[in-house]
C-alpha cells in the first residue's frame, strides 16, 4: 500500500535535515501525525516565521531580524577587534565563554574548493570591505581546526593583511580538527587569550 501523497511529501522534507535518512524520517512525521499535532503545528508555524523574518545583519553576516543585528549596534563593544568565525552557532559559543568584547563577521562556511565553496560563498568580499572601514585594527581568526578551517584562516589572513590589517588566530588549545561548537568555554577562553599574530 502507498503512503498518502502528503505524508510521502512530509517524509521528503524531513529528510532535508542533517544525519536524517528515510527510516527516521518516517519516525518523526509519524510521531508528529499521532502524538503531537499541537507541537507539528508550532514547528510549522516557526518555521514559516523564520524563513519570513531571518535575514543576514549587514555588518557581521549572522542571522537578525533587523537589518543591523543587536550585537553590530552594541556601543559597549570593542569596534577595533573583529572575530572571524565559520558559523552563527560558533558566535555565540564565543559569546558564552564571555572572553571577547569585540565585533564578529560570520563567514557561514569554510573553504572548501572540492564542494564547491570559495571565496565568493563565504563572502570574503563583504569581510574585506567590513574589516577595512578604518575604525578594525585587528582580525582575530576563530575558524574550526580543521582542513578548510585552517585553510580559510590561511587565505583570509593574506586578504586582510594586504589590507594594513594586524591578524592573530586563536591558539592552538583546541584539538587538531577541533570544531569550536565543541569545544568548553574555558578552552575557547584560554584560545582566543592566547592567539598569536599570523
Ligand atoms: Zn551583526
Same mark, same amino acid.
Do not use: W
Given at each position: ?29 509519524? &510521531?508528529?501525525?499521532?502524538?503531537? @499535532?499541537? %507541537? !507539528? ?7 514559516? #516565521? /523564520? ?71 563565504? &563572502?570574503?568580499?563583504?569581510?574585506? @570591505?567590513? %574589516? !577595512? ?7 582575530? #581568526? /576563530? ?56
Amino acid at each position: 500500500m502507498k503512503a498518502p501523497a502528503a505524508l510521502d511529501e512530509l517524509i521528503a522534507a524531513l529528510r532535508c535535515l542533517p544525519g536524517v535518512g528515510p527510516k527516521s524520517a518516517q519516525r518523526m512525521a509519524y &510521531h508528529m501525525l499521532q502524538r503531537d @499535532k499541537p %507541537a !507539528a503545528q508550532r514547528l510549522a508555524q516557526a518555521l514559516a #516565521l /523564520a524563513l519570513e523574518r531571518i535575514r543576514h545583519c549587514e555588518k557581521c553576516n549572522s542571522y537578525a531580524e533587523e537589518e543591523v543585528c543587536v550585537l553590530c549596534r552594541s556601543s559597549r563593544r570593542d569596534a577595533t577587534l573583529l572575530c572571524v568565525v565559520e558559523t552563527p552557532a560558533d558566535l555565540l559559543m564565543m559569546e558564552q565563554a564571555q572572553c571577547y568584547q569585540g565585533l564578529y563577521f560570520v563567514l557561514m562556511g569554510a573553504l572548501s574548493p572540492l564542494d564547491g565553496v570559495g571565496p565568493r560563498e563565504i &563572502h570574503l568580499d563583504r569581510l574585506v @570591505k567590513r %574589516a !577595512a572601514d578604518g575604525v578594525v585594527s585587528e582580525a582575530i #581568526l /576563530a575558524t574550526n581546526f580543521t582542513v578548510e578551517g585552517e585553510a580559510t584562516a590561511h587565505y583570509v589572513s593574506e586578504l586582510l593583511r594586504a589590507k594594513g590589517l594586524k591578524v592573530s588566530r586563536i591558539a592552538r588549545g583546541l584539538p587538531v580538527g577541533g570544531e569550536l561548537e565543541h569545544v568548553d568555554s574555558g578552552t575557547l577562553a584560554q584560545a582566543v587569550m592566547e592567539r598569536r599574530e599570523i
